[in-house]
Each structure stands twice: as structure tokens, then as C-alpha cells.
């Protein structure tokens, strides 16, 4: 490459002199304001490369003084990120690893002593007020890092925990919304925005959400979850409507809920109360002999017990009964609940004839107890009655007590629900009748 350079330099030598031979004239120049010069050719063009030289090396040194120390700072920069960096790990690291939150409390601080924008540190540092209850501190740490990105959508959610936190459900809501602003799509904020309406009790508002949420899933298992959801959420709103006095639309929402799924019996049980509410007792009954039908529920079967006893049509009740153990003629609970309701009448004789016949396969049941128990009272026979409540109190099984059952997680309530208290899920409590 140096022999490259030497031959050019020799070849532009040889030109320069073979034009200082060619022009040997003087050459005149005039500057501005100072008169005229007379120089040789050859002595103006080398001055002229060498002014030119000049000019460019001043602009090497410039470029290369400018890069050394962009350089400079670069590599102060990358070590003082570095740093930062490390300290924010580490605070992590004290935080989630070893819940040491004195420790990482410090190296958040040390975090922003470097870097007093550091945004994550400074929710952090939010979050850990939080924990500890320092709503106050809390705020100003989360408001702090709002200020240095207002559209930041983890301090918005930041300050929706504050918010709920404090049981503010409307300022929750709000940042929530300021969330859906940027980002509409947004599942876990559509998630967080149907968890607070449903506790402010907004379920038309649920509704409107649920079809949010259902339309931006993507797996078809999870899109299947919200559809079922989408049906709990309007039952919920029939409900409310119902317990307002809106029965209009607590029948539209029951009868939708019904279209969507024929063997909803919470909606069932919905829509017969409206309607007895207006006064359609034979709709009513209807409704829930229909339902009880498709469904085979005892839930249902006891609803419609006390309808047609309340509206005097015993007999219509016992038929139904009395066509279940035709068809099942070996079903106990059935015949329990035929003895029940010939108790309940005062049908003494038929009462006692149905619960002597169950057969119990050698089980102690508590409430069957307690009813022959009174049947032998009525009966003047007091010697069996004590017999039979003796047999009650001994056993330890809880079969034949009205108590119901989630088919989901087990969860047993004392009174029936449409929508279970500990798993959140919709039409899933059975009767329970066994131990």
C-alpha cells in the first residue's frame, strides 16, 4: 500500500513540475480591498494545496477530537447504566428472592441516587409502601413516576392497586379507563375493569365488558371459559334487575340467558319468580315443571314444591312425585321428599307408608330419623318416636340435609346461590344429600 502512495506522490510531482514549466508567467491576484498581487502559477497552486491541507486536517482533528470524546462519554454511560443496572438486580433480587425488603428498599434508593428517572425503581418503591400499608408514600411515589410518563401503563396500573387498596372503586376504575385509552385491547385491563364494575354491582356495564374480553381471547379453551362467563354475567344482571323491581328486563335477561343455555337453572329459577311477581303463577309453574323435566334437578323440584303447596295444588305435586319413583323406583331421595311433602299436608298414614319403605342399605340418615320420629308422635306412639330421634342424634351422617353443593370445587353453602362464593362459577350448586 506505502508503494502505491510513493508512485502517486511522484506522478502528481512530476505533473506539478511539468505545469510550472509550461506556466511560467507570473500570475496576478487581486484581493479585495488591498490591491493586486503579482505570484508565480506554481507558487499559488501549492499554496493553495497546502491552505486546503490545512483546512482538512482541522477538519480530521474536529471529527476525531468529537468522536474520542463521544467515545468517552459513551463509555461512561454504558458503565454508569451498568451500575445502575447491577444495583436494580440486586434489589430485585433481595425483593422476590429472599423477600428482604429493608435490603432492597436501600438499593432502590441507591438506584435513584444514580438515576433519579428510573421509572421501575420508583414503582417499586410504590409497590413496597404498598405492602406495608404507606398508602401516602404509595401515591407519591406512583404520582412521581406518573409525572415522568403520564401514558406509562404500569404506573396506571400502580395507581389502580392504590386505589382498590383503598377501596377508591371509582378512581380504580378510573385509571383503568386511562388505560383502555391507549391501548383498547388491553385483556389484563379489561379483566381488572370487569373485577371492579362487578363489585360496584354495574352488570349491564359487566355485560358490555364481557363482550370485550370475549373478543380479544384467542385460545379457543379460554374463549369457551368467557362464553360461559358471558352467561353467568347476564344472569347476574336479570338478578339485580329482579331485586330492583325491573321485571321486564330481569325476564329479558332470564330468557336470554335460557336461549343460550336451556339448563341454566339459576335463570330457570329467575324467570319463575318474576312471573310470579306479575301475578302468572300458571306460567310459572309451567317454567319450572318443564325445566325440572330437562333438568331432573331437586333444586328445581323443591322450588316448584312450595309453588303448587303455596297455591293450593297439592295433588299436582304429588303426581309428579309419585311419576319420578315409577321411573325410579329405588331412588330414596325422591321417596324422602314424597314423605316430606305428605308430612307437610298432614297426610299422616301416606307419610309413614312411603318413609317405612325406603330402604336405606343398613345408613343411618338423620332427617328421615326425625321425621319418622314426629310421624310416630302424631301417631301416639311416643316409645318408637324416641327410638327414632335417638337414631337421629347418634348419627354422624348428613344425608337428606338441605345443604347444596358446588360440582366445581366442592364448596359447601347452607343456602342455595346461583353462582358460587368460592370458585365464582355460575349453575353449579346441587342439592346435597349425602355426607
Known amino acids: 500500500m506505502s508503494k502505491v502512495l510513493v508512485f502517486i506522490f511522484v506522478v502528481f510531482l512530476t505533473a506539478l513540475a511539468l505545469f510550472a514549466i509550461y ?3 507570473p500570475t496576478t491576484v487581486t484581493i479585495p480591498f488591498d ?3 503579482e505570484t508565480p502559477t506554481i507558487a499559488l497552486i501549492l499554496l493553495s494545496i497546502a491552505v486546503g491541507s490545512l483546512a482538512m486536517l482541522f477538519v480530521f482533528v474536529v471529527r476525531d477530537t468529537k468522536r474520542y470524546v463521544n467515545t468517552l462519554q459513551q463509555q461512561k454511560r454504558q458503565r454508569r447504566e451498568a451500575k445502575i443496572q447491577e444495583l436494580y438486580s440486586r434489589a430485585l433480587h433481595h425483593l422476590f428472592a429472599h423477600h428482604d425488603v429493608r435490603e432492597a428498599r436501600e438499593l432502590f434508593e441507591a438506584v435513584l441516587k444514580e438515576d433519579p428517572d428510573h421509572l421501575n425503581a420508583i414503582v417499586q418503591l410504590g409497590d413496597i409502601a404498598l405492602s406495608e400499608g404507606n398508602f401516602q408514600t404509595a401515591r407519591e411515589q406512583y404520582e412521581r413516576a406518573r409525572d415522568l410518563d403520564p401514558k406509562n401503563i404500569d404506573v396506571l396500573f400502580a395507581l389502580s392497586r392504590l386505589m382498590e387498596k383503598t377501596e377508591r372503586w371509582p378512581n380504580a376504575l378510573k385509571y383503568i379507563e386511562e388505560i383502555l385509552e391507549i391501548d383498547d385491547k388491553n385483556l ?13 354491582e354495574q352488570w349491564d356495564d359487566v355485560v358490555f365488558v364481557q363482550k370485550a374480553i370475549l373478543k380479544n381471547e ?5 374463549k369457551n371459559r368467557e362464553r360461559q362467563n358471558l352467561v353467568g354475567y347476564k344472569y347476574e344482571y336479570g338478578r339485580h334487575s ?8 330481569a325476564k329479558k335477561a332470564f330468557r336470554t340467558v335460557l336461549r343460550l343455555e336451556k339448563n341454566f337453572v339459576p335463570a330457570t329459577l329467575g324467570l319463575a319468580e318474576a312471573l310470579l311477581r306479575e301475578g302468572e303463577n300458571e306460567e310459572a309453574i309451567n317454567l319450572l315443571e318443564k325445566s325440572y323435566e330437562q333438568t331432573s334437578s331437586m333444586i328445581v323440584l323443591l322450588r316448584l314444591e312450595d309453588l303448587l303447596i303455596s297455591v293450593g295444588e297439592p295433588l299436582r305435586l304429588i303426581r309428579i312425585y309419585k311419576n319420578n319413583i315409577l321411573k325410579n323406583p329405588q ?19 301416606d307419610a309413614f307408608e312411603i318413609l317405612t319403605s325406603i330402604d ?6 338423620p332427617d328421615m330419623h326425625q321425621l319418622l320420629g314426629n310421624l310416630y308422635l302424631k301417631r301416639n306412639q311416643t316409645d318408637k318416636a324416641v327410638q327414632e330421634y335417638r337414631k337421629a342424634l347418634e348419627s354422624h351422617v348428613c344425608a337428606f340435609t338441605l345443604s347444596y353443593r358446588c360440582a366445581e370445587c366442592g364448596f359447601t353453602a347452607p343456602e342455595w346461590s346461583g353462582r358460587c362464593s368460592r370458585c365464582q362459577k355460575w349453575n353449579t350448586y346441587f342439592l346435597n344429600l349425602s355426607s
Open 188 to 200: 389484563l385491563a379489561l379483566y381488572k375493569k370487569r373485577e371492579i364494575l362487578e363489585r360496584l
Open 218 to 222: 384467542h385460545g379457543e379453551k379460554d
Open 331 to 349: 331412588d330414596p331421595v325422591i321417596k324422602f321428599y314424597l314423605g316430606r311433602v305428605y308430612y307437610r299436608l298432614e297426610m299422616i298414614d
Open 242 to 249: 329482579l331485586e330492583n323491581g325491573y321485571l321486564e328486563k
Open 35 to 37: 490591491g493586486s498581487y
Open 360 to 365: 336405606t342399605g343398613g345408613a343411618v340418615y
Open 23 to 25: 506556466n511560467q508567467n
